[in-house]
């Protein structure tokens, strides 16, 4: 019995130490980049050293290969089962759509902001796979838009920089919310779902207001500018 605790006991450490070495890993690529990091780096901002770390790792590519891949199969599941799950009106959808999304993207916070800065650094199969991933998330926003547009409850947008709006709508929360202060990632993630749907619905009282996509998208960045001088506010109030 005793040697059954102990093998959980050292699994449950091994899956510890590599959460935290993934962590540790994710800060330090996005303050030095990947090329600025090395696996010494790492092991001292967690506690090991380099030689203990090959015991969870066999070197820094398979660390940032297990991080690029929980941020891509990761999200596409939750896509593919939000697809399967979604009802509703088109709006509806699209609203619950960039909701998840946003959860997502806080969810992995400094993952988000570390791809950022590490992507151009990606081995190939790699960067294949984010760019891949990112295609998908792109193509459905695509979808959900079109669909929109052909059931006239969205204006007849450029379905491609509407979607492009709405992801840098939805990435640009990773570099600005603070779990500490302001919103809550629910009132965040439904406050850029309203944005999100208000930039592309076909009411009559909006089609004045805009003329093109990218008259939307700037409507996008003016909300979220009164959204970043909310979450300034809030904090300014709580501090």
Not at 59 to 83: F, G, Q, S, Y
Not at 125 to 140: F, M, N, P, T
Not at 170 to 187: I, L, M, Q
Request: charged letters at 30%; a negative charge.
């Amino acid at each position: 019995m005793k040697s059954t605790d102990d093998a959980g006991g050292n699994d449950r450490r091994k899956v510890r130490v590599e959460r935290a070495l993934i962590e540790k890993a994710c800060i330090l690529f996005a303050e030095k980049g990947y090329a600025g990091t090395s696996l010494t780096d790492i092991a001292e901002a967690v506690g090991l050293t380099r030689g203990a770390v090959y015991y969870y790792f066999k070197n820094k590519e398979a660390l940032l290969e297990t991080i690029v891949d929980e941020m891509t199969v990761a999200p596409l599941a939750e896509i593919t089962l939000w697809r399967s799950t979604a009802s509703g009106t088109v709006a509806e959808r699209l609203h619950a759509f960039v909701v998840q999304r946003v959860r997502d993207v806080l969810a992995r916070q400094t993952e988000m902001r570390m791809i950022e800065v590490t992507e151009a650094a990606l081995p190939p199969d790699l960067l294949e796979r984010h760019s891949q991933a990112k295609r998908q998330i792109l193509g459905e926003y695509r979808s959900i838009i079109k669909e929109g547009i052909l059931t006239g409850e969205f204006r007849p947008v450029d379905d491609r920089i509407a979607a492009f709006g709405m992801i840098g709508l939805v990435n640009w929360s990773a570099h600005w919310y603070s779990p500490d202060r302001g919103p809550t990632v629910d009132e965040i993630a439904n406050q850029l779902a309203e944005m999100a749907v208000r930039s592309v619905i076909g009411e009559t009282g909006r089609k004045d207001r805009f003329s093109n996509a990218r008259d939307a998208i700037a409507t996008l960045r003016e909300d979220l500018d009164h959204l970043e001088k909310l979450v300034d506010d809030k904090a300014d109030r709580h501090s």
